[in-house]
């Protein structure tokens, strides 16, 4: 499979731990972005890279949350001290041009 | 603020009868509007955006830029068009996209 892939499609951790996601994009893609989606809505905007450079952050990311993408490569997501309320479907996107690839996301259940 | 919006939850219809699935939105500049799929136990995935004015699988969507809509067409539904359809839009600065919540249509045989 050559499209973006997401590692781990499933994550249950404990209130309080932290987690992290990593998302690898089509390679020749200089923008990445991650949405959140929880049951019953769309996915929304969380934050995006053009290539290593993350240009922006919504509202939605907290401070604890932080994304990288070193290299302009793949990315990472963290989340500190996790809450039950981050429990949703994380999606990781990238875009060449107007087109945006989405990876399977990953699962994160909050217990 | 940009916002679409999808009225219908679920949207049921017998195989052959046409479909249309709402969408409205709000953007204060000019809008790119696309309709996101994602069939069962698939990724998310593009079927078409105004700008292209193409039909894919059987589906057109007009932009109708007075009455800020952008409503998904087909005139003959298959049963393999059961999934969930997303309304979006794009700015045209960050390009980040603004989804709808979604309208899962189920077609019966």
């Known amino acids: 499979d050559t499209g973006v892939s997401q590692d781990p499609r499933h994550k249950i951790t404990k209130r309080g731990q932290n987690v992290t996601f990593r998302c690898d994009p089509i390679s020749e893609h200089n923008r990445l972005y991650w949405y959140r989606q929880t049951l019953g809505q769309g996915p929304e905007f969380l934050t995006y890279?053009?290539?290593?450079?993350?240009?922006?952050k919504s509202r939605l990311l907290s401070d604890r949350f932080s994304a990288e993408r070193p290299k302009g490569s793949f990315s990472t997501l963290e989340i500190q001290r996790t809450e039950q309320g981050d429990s949703a479907m994380y999606l990781c996107a990238s875009t060449a041009g107007t087109e945006a690839f989405f990876g399977q996301g990953t699962r994160l259940t909050v217990v | 603020a940009q916002r679409v919006t999808q009225p219908e939850k679920l949207l049921s219809v017998f195989k052959g009868a046409p479909v249309e699935l709402k969408c409205n939105y709000s953007y204060s500049g000019s809008p790119e509007l696309f309709w996101y799929v994602q069939y069962s136990r698939q990724r998310l995935q593009l079927l078409l955006r105004?700008?292209s004015r193409e039909s894919i699988k059987g589906f057109t969507a007009d932009l109708n830029k007075g009455e800020t809509s952008f409503h998904l067409k087909k005139p003959f539904a298959q049963e393999e068009d059961s999934a969930m359809y997303y309304c979006?839009?794009?700015?045209?600065?960050?390009?980040?996209?603004?989804f709808g919540s979604g309208t899962r249509l189920q077609v019966q045989p």
């Open positions: 890279f053009q290539n290593e450079a993350q240009l922006e």
């Open positions: 105004h700008i």
């Open positions: 979006a839009l794009s700015d045209t600065g960050r390009r980040a996209l603004t």
